[in-house]
């Protein structure tokens, strides 16, 4: 009978009973030679009298002091020792993990956060990826075998001791009712197991973090093998993301081949579903404006509305303070035309903006007094000489206010009016030709135009 301060192999002190199972008790103990914490399962004496068992089990006890994964508990060491009062005792020496076993937590908080729920999938769905990979099919996963640290790490414990029972039906001694929980059916029905009987198990667990329970139960271990194998499982609760259901019923379909390939890829799934926008928890609240804000960052000031781009404004400016400076221009450009003129201006049949820009290249009327052999055609009016036979009004009577509109009839031809008033002068002037007059209106009429 073992007991505290028991020596194994003269290294392995037995301190305290940690856990009991059916393949044997776990004890916390201390390495005397390295001065360190460990973990050793004795196993059961009626598996020691089997020399088949013992032999596969020390091998695969090799095969997993091999595995590196933080997610695998590691295997020290393997041995067997005679007992003080009598027998025998084979054992297996493994890294001791603190933590809670994830059995405990879901009986103290019911159902589990989603979020929590699928980080326990991802984390041992990655360590059984790596089992795998070394050629080792757990084949007893459930939530007692799942440690989960403070800082949240998940460790699957337990590897090798399942495969090592040959644990492949419900009518084997070997069996217990935890295992019946989340038996895959074809390790149920007898048939060969592979990694996707560990996904079954997984997806069992996972279904249990969401629900607070496993999909089927029953009497006895038996019912719970036949429900395994021909019902479907139940329903999730209706606030279950639609992600996490899809994964939650593919890694418990029947055939082992409609699962999910690997652990790699069932761990993904896991944590695609929890980022997935249908998750409550990640979903951004309507009446929040920041993302990915600090925690220095307020968000409980009102929002306002985000004022006007500054360039529409600063272009709206520019237009407005465009338009004033033309408007002043034309004014000015008029006024000084009005105060240079000291006869009416000739009534010429083009625009006012032709008109305005004529009066501002003409010579000051002081020029065209002092040399009055150069009378330029465009203002016969002005002249004082004697009078001209013209449409123009009278010079007596100035009229300063109309230089810009005109009276002509025909506004659309420009050109011959100035031809028809220069034919006047032509019967006064000494030096009048037919050219100067034909010249000198088309120049005008061109800066004009």
């Known amino acids: 009978m073992l007991s505290s301060e028991v020596v194994l192999s003269g290294r392995y002190r037995l301190d305290e009973r940690v856990a ?15 001065g360190r914490q460990v973990a050793v399962k004795v196993l059961l004496p009626s598996l020691v009298s089997d020399p088949d068992f013992i032999a596969r089990f020390r091998a695969e006890a090799r095969i997993m002091a091999a595995l590196r994964h933080p997610g695998i508990v590691q295997v020290f060491d393997c041995g067997e020792d005679d007992l003080p009062g009598g027998g025998r005792a084979d054992y297996l020496v493994m890294e001791f993990v ?6 405990k937590r879901i009986e103290a908080e019911g159902r589990l956060d989603v979020g929590v729920a699928m980080s326990v999938v991802a984390q041992a769905a990655q360590a059984l990826h790596a089992a795998h990979l070394g050629g080792i099919v757990h084949r007893d996963v459930k939530p007692s075998n799942l440690l989960v640290q403070e800082d949240g790490t998940v460790v ?8 090592s029972t040959n644990v492949t039906s419900i009518t084997s001694t070997n069996a217990v009712p935890g295992t019946a929980l989340y038996m ?6 007898g048939r060969p197991v592979s990694g996707a009987t560990d996904l079954y198990a997984l997806g069992a667990v996972g279904y249990c973090c969401l629900t607070g329970g496993p999909p089927f139960t029953g009497d006895n271990p038996l019912q719970v093998a036949v429900r395994h194998l021909d019902d479907p499982p139940p329903e999730l609760p209706s606030d279950i993301p639609e992600a996490v259901r899809v994964l939650i019923g593919r890694a418990l379909e029947k055939d082992p081949a409609d699962r999910f390939s690997s652990g790699a890829a069932m761990a993904e799934a896991a944590r695609a579903a929890v980022s997935d926008s249908s998750l409550p928890t990640v979903l951004v609240p309507a009446a929040s404006a920041l993302r990915d804000a600090g925690p220095d960052t307020r968000s409980d000031l009102p929002m306002l509305d985000a004022p006007p781009p500054a360039r529409r404004r600063r272009g709206t400016l520019v237009g407005a303070l465009t338009a004033v400076l033309v408007g002043l221009t034309a004014l000015g450009a008029a006024l000084g035309a009005a105060r240079e003129a000291d006869t009416p201006a000739v009534k010429l049949p083009t625009t006012a903006p032709t008109v305005e820009s004529t009066a501002e290249v003409e010579a ?10 150069r009378v330029p055609p ?13 449409t123009s009004p009278e010079p007596t009577t100035p009229q300063p206010t109309e230089p810009s509109a005109p009276e002509s009839p025909e506004p659309t031809t420009p050109s011959p009016e100035p031809t028809r008033s220069s034919a006047a002068p032509t019967t006064s002037a000494p030096p009048p030709t ?4 034909t010249t000198e209106p088309t120049e005008i009429t061109n800066g004009g135009g």
């Open 20 to 34: 009991t199972g059916g393949m044997g008790d776990v004890w916390r103990a201390t390495d005397l030679i390295l």
């Open 434 to 437: 037919s050219d100067p007059p």
């Open 156 to 163: 699957l414990v337990d590897f090798g001791v399942a495969r």
């Open 184 to 189: 895959a059916p074809e390790q149920a029905a």
């Open 98 to 103: 603190t933590g809670q076993p994830l059995s």
């Open 364 to 373: 000051p009327p002081s020029q065209e007094e002092s040399s009055p052999a």
């Open 378 to 390: 465009l203002k016969p009016a002005n002249s004082t000489s004697g009078p001209v036979e013209s």
